[in-house]
C-alpha cells in the first residue's frame, strides 16, 4: 500500500476516499496512526493501482481545496448510501487482547470491584464513611473525597449498571484517544458531578453514574460529529440517555432515588470536553502527504 496523506481532522480523509471511490470507483484504505496531538487517519492505495498517477493529481488538487463543495457531497453522498444498506450498526465489547490499551478502564472497573467485595464482606460503613463527598469543614481538606463517592455503589443493579457502560465506552475512549484523556475525563466528571450533587441533595450519594454519563455524552459529540462514526453507536443512543436521565425524575414513585444531577452535570462535562476536543483539534491539525 501507498501512503497519500494524512490528516488529524478525520473528515478529510473520508471526503477524499469517498470522492475518489465515486470518481475512479477505486477503494481507498484509511488507517490510524498515533500523533503527538492525539490520532491521525492516514489514506492508503494499492500500489499497483493503474489509476495511481491520477489519484496523486487528485491528491495535490484536494491538499490545496480540502473543503471544495465537490468532496463534501460526495462523502455525503457516499454516507447516506452506507446508511441506507445498514439497518443495523455493529459494535461489540473491547476484546482480553485490546486490554493493554485500556489501562486505566481496567484499573478503575477492577476498583470499583474491589470496594464492593469489601463492602460485602463487612466493610460497608467504614467505606462509607471514608469515600463520601466532604461534609464538615474538615473533610473539605481531604481532597480525595471529592472523587472517592464515584467507586462505591450501593447494590448489585447499581455497579453492574455503571460498570457496563463504563466497559464499553471509557475502554474505547481511551483505545481511540489514550489514557491520558479518559483520566481526565473522570477526574473533571467525578468532581463536577459530585459537586452538582452534592449543592442538590448533600452529601450522602455514591456510584460511578455521573462518571459514565459523562463518558456517553462525550462519545455522543464524537460520534455525531465526526464523518467516521469513531464509536459505531445504536440507533437511538441519545434517546435512551434522554430516557435514563426523565426515569430519574420519576424513579422516585416507584422506591427508587437516583443521582439526577449528578447524572446531568456528567452528561453536560462530557458534551463540553468533546466539543473543546473538537474546537482545539483545528488550529493544531495538520494534512500531511
Known amino acids: 500500500m501507498q501512503r497519500l496523506f494524512g490528516s488529524e481532522i478525520s473528515n478529510f480523509a473520508f471526503y477524499f476516499r469517498d470522492y475518489i471511490a465515486q470518481k475512479y470507483q477505486v477503494p481507498l ?48 453522498e457516499t ?39 469489601f463492602q460485602l464482606l463487612g466493610f460497608n460503613q467504614p467505606i462509607l464513611l471514608a469515600t463520601h ?6 473533610e473539605q481538606a481531604e481532597l480525595w473525597r471529592y472523587f472517592t463517592h464515584s467507586l462505591v455503589h450501593l447494590s448489585l443493579w447499581h455497579i453492574t449498571f455503571n460498570l457496563v457502560w463504563w466497559w464499553i465506552f471509557a475502554g474505547q475512549i481511551e483505545q481511540k484517544f489514550g489514557t491520558t484523556t479518559l ?15 452534592n449543592m442538590a441533595s448533600g452529601p450522602a450519594f455514591f456510584g460511578l453514574s455521573g462518571v459514565v454519563y459523562a463518558v456517553l455524552g462525550y462519545v455522543l459529540v464524537l460520534d455525531k460529529l465526526s464523518r467516521q462514526s469513531l464509536f459505531h453507536l445504536p440507533q437511538g443512543f441519545f434517546t435512551m440517555l434522554l430516557v435514563g436521565i426523565a426515569f430519574g ?23 463540553i470536553l468533546a466539543g473543546l476536543k473538537i474546537l482545539l483539534s483545528y488550529p493544531k491539525s495538520r494534512i500531511k502527504k
Open 79 to 117: 454516507g447516506k448510501l452506507e446508511q441506507d444498506n445498514e439497518n443495523k450498526v455493529r459494535w461489540k465489547l473491547p476484546s482480553f487482547s485490546q486490554w493493554k490499551q485500556q489501562k486505566f478502564t481496567v484499573f478503575l472497573t477492577a476498583l470499583c470491584l474491589c470496594v464492593y467485595l
Open 133 to 138: 463527598y466532604p461534609d464538615s469543614y474538615a
Open 249 to 271: 425524575f420519576v424513579s422516585p414513585l416507584i422506591g427508587i432515588s437516583m443521582g439526577n444531577s449528578a447524572h446531568i452535570s456528567g452528561f453536560l462535562t462530557g458534551i
Open 29 to 76: 484504505e484509511v488507517k490510524e496512526e498515533q500523533t503527538e496531538y492525539g490520532i491521525m487517519l492516514a489514506v492508503y492505495v494499492a500500489e499497483d493501482c493503474p489509476q495511481l498517477s491520477q489519484i496523486a493529481q487528485e491528491r495535490d488538487e484536494f491538499l490545496r481545496h480540502p473543503f471544495a463543495e465537490k468532496y463534501q457531497q460526495a462523502s455525503w
Open 183 to 197: 483520566v481526565l475525563l473522570y477526574l473533571l466528571s467525578a468532581f463536577i458531578s459530585g459537586f452538582a450533587q
